[in-house]
């Protein structure tokens, strides 16, 4: 058989096995996604984050019932202790204070559903920049540099009647010692892991 005509039969054979093959992937049926069973919530983050709310301070703050913790760092809205696609939820126990940054309080404390919250916890941080001056080495001569810090407004919120009971500012606006590549704007953790858990701490004394 002549070269050109078995290259002809070899690409028709070939091209014949690739559509079959097409046509046989196409006529499957596509995997279901697996439920998400946190969806919800994560569903609910923004309108939790935005949610609107009056104001009645009390002097014993107590945090009743399940909770909901939403952040907002920066517009980055996430939901403590649930994955970002609503997932799973972390049961593991709190962070320790120092290092908290998500898991603020023990996991049988938080609603699975919106419909479970009774006290919704929110934090609201923002980054702001100053200036300040810092001198290079062994030279004499300050420089003024820009750097960064990060002050959260924590908001205890009843959230049947969208009251806020207890509110705290933390974070500073105190300039970094000196100023590398490396050198970040820390979140205010310490602060605000305190203020929350001791509202939570309040709460067990009165149901004791």
């Known amino acids: 058989m002549p070269r050109r005509k078995l290259f002809t039969v070899t690409f ?12 046989h992937s196409a006529n499957q049926p596509t995997k279901p996604e ?4 946190f ?5 609910k983050k923004g309108e939790l ?16 019932g399940k909770i909901a913790i939403v952040k907002n760092s920066d517009g980055d809205i996430t939901i403590d202790r649930f994955s970002e696609d609503g997932a799973t939820f972390d049961t593991d126990p709190p962070i320790p204070v ?3 940054w998500n898991n603020f309080l023990p996991a049988a404390l ?23 001056l810092y001198t290079k080495g062994d030279s004499t001569t300050a420089e003024p540099k820009i750097y960064e810090y990060v002050i959260c407004d924590i908001g205890l919120v ?10 705290k500012q933390a974070g500073k606006n105190v ?7 490396s050198t970040i704007a820390r979140h205010p953790w310490l602060e605000i892991a305190d203020f929350i858990r001791s509202a939570a701490n309040t709460n067990k004394k009165s149901a004791s």
């Not at 697996?34 to 069973?37: G, L, V």
């Not at 009056?54 to 107590?62: A, G, M």
């Not at 699975?112 to 920049?129: G, M, S, Y």
């Not at 300039?175 to 590549?181: A, D, L």
Request: hydrophobic content about 35%.
């Open 39 to 43: 969806a919800a919530m994560i569903a």
């Open 49 to 64: 984050s935005a949610l609107a709310t009056s104001e009645k301070l009390s002097k014993t703050p107590t945090i009743k």
């Open 110 to 132: 938080y609603a699975k559903t919106p419909d479970e919250i009774e006290t919704l916890i929110k934090i609201n941080c923002v980054t702001k920049k100053d200036e300040a």
């Open 98 to 100: 120092g290092e908290t």
């Open 158 to 167: 009843d959230y049947k009647t969208a009251t806020v009971f207890a509110k």
């Open 34 to 37: 697996s439920p998400k069973e």
């Open 175 to 181: 300039p970094p010692s000196r100023i590398t590549g």
């Open 12 to 23: 028709c054979l070939f091209s014949l096995l690739l559509l079959i093959g097409c046509s």
